[in-house]
């Protein structure tokens, strides 16, 4: 089900059918929060929240083993946490509403970001598509600990850590290795991108996009950057010069896809039954996906000669050893998936074989968009 409200209203149909057989929800625009609350008082059978295709495997087989008490447990530990945390969340909004205009005045509208003297110059202006990353470029930044344990399912568990490095070696690397091979020599992976340089301004909490040949008008505008409403205030815009300085900024973005052949073959393993090696396509398409991203990232500081402050060990960029951030919509710092639909006017995915679903999902799923930010002090951050 694409849509959210769709999912609404297709269990409402299903209580007037009077059918009660318990079901898994997912996608990433559907929070766990909301399926394990709103849509599972909607529904009057049990609902479950599936994050992935694991999460939906494991949900399957506790469903299938009858053992629905631990998995509603689990949800009702989940939602005391979060009544708590909500409770706290309404503490804080009622001491702001309540306090004095001295009080109020107190908080910045801005963060103590420092603005940029400088900023470094891009190789161009507006987009490009390249419509060909060899595999063999890609492949070294593959994260092989989300690879091997989030998507593969191989974790440690009670084994001793030299037990499980055999394991790895004995038993996983191989399976990338063979997959690293047949993907290549079958063409299933391929990596394209398409990616820009725009001028910017911050203007409060928005970001301006201006027109890559008039640097005066303005083409685009972000208006749903959130700032943190303690700590250090962080907003994305606030990474960017003001527009009252009279100086552009630039904003990177792109869009990389792996192509849609990947999932065809993820498919055919999973219509003939044979999970293991569906885990095994779909988590190396997931994951090439995410490591192509890496890698365009990499281009991107390297093009704007930012590249300097990259940690010479691919291991280390994916805890952002380098210089600013790569922010992707659906996260807490940029949460309005809707964006992508600007991203996507700008850039012009569709050139790459990528297009949006009407819930602001990228098709092909082995794709990921994002918009990149040079600053220095530019990290990830909640909100």
């Known amino acids: 089900v694409k849509s959210v409200n769709v999912m609404e209203e297709n269990l409402q149909e299903l209580n007037k059918l009077g059918i ?3 079901m898994i929800l997912g996608g990433a625009a559907l929070q766990r929060s909301y399926c394990e609350n709103h849509l599972r008082s909607t529904y009057h059978g049990k609902t479950y929240h599936g994050t992935d295709a694991f999460e939906g495997l494991r949900l399957m087989d506790y469903i299938t083993a009858n053992r629905f008490e631990e998995l509603d447990a689990e949800i009702e530990q989940r939602n005391e946490k979060r009544a708590v945390k909500e409770e706290k969340v309404a503490e804080l909004v009622a001491r702001a509403e309540e306090g004095t205009a001295a009080s109020v005045a107190v908080l910045p509208a801005r963060s103590d970001t420092a603005v940029l003297d400088t900023v470094p110059p891009p190789p161009f202006w507006g987009d490009r598509v390249v419509d060909h990353v060899p595999l063999d470029h890609i492949y070294p930044y593959v994260n092989e600990t989300a690879l091997f344990k989030t998507q593969w399912q191989f974790v440690r568990g009670d084994k001793k850590s030299a037990d499980y490095e055999r394991q790895l070696e004995d038993e996983v690397r191989p399976i990338f290795d063979r997959y690293k091979r047949d ?33 005066d008008r303005e083409i685009e505008r972000f208006t749903n950057f959130p700032r943190q409403g303690e700590r250090k205030r962080l907003c994305i815009s606030d990474f960017f010069l003001p527009a009252e300085s009279g100086k552009k900024d630039v904003l990177p973005m792109q869009c990389v896809t792996m192509g849609q052949e990947i999932s065809h073959v993820a498919k055919r393993y999973f219509d003939a039954n044979d999970y293991t090696e569906y885990l095994y396509a779909h988590g190396m398409g997931v994951e090439c996906a995410e490591a192509l991203a890496e890698l365009w990232h990499k281009r991107i500081r390297a093009e704007l000669g930012v590249g300097n402050d990259d940690s010479p060990k691919i291991k280390q960029l994916f805890t952002q050893k380098y210089r600013g951030s790569r922010y992707s919509f659906g996260y807490p710092s940029c949460p309005e998936m809707q964006d992508q639909e600007i991203l996507f006017r700008l850039l012009k995915p569709e050139r790459i074989g990528c297009e949006l679903t009407e819930n602001w999902q990228i098709d092909p799923e082995q794709s990921t968009s994002a918009i990149v930010v040079h600053h220095p002090d530019a990290k990830y951050f909640n909100v």
């Open 20 to 22: 009660k057989v318990p």
């Open 183 to 215: 993907m290549r020599d079958q063409n299933v992976l391929q990596g394209k991108v398409v990616y820009g340089f725009w001028p910017c301004n911050a203007d409060g909490d928005d970001l301006i996009v201006y027109d890559p040949q008039d640097h």
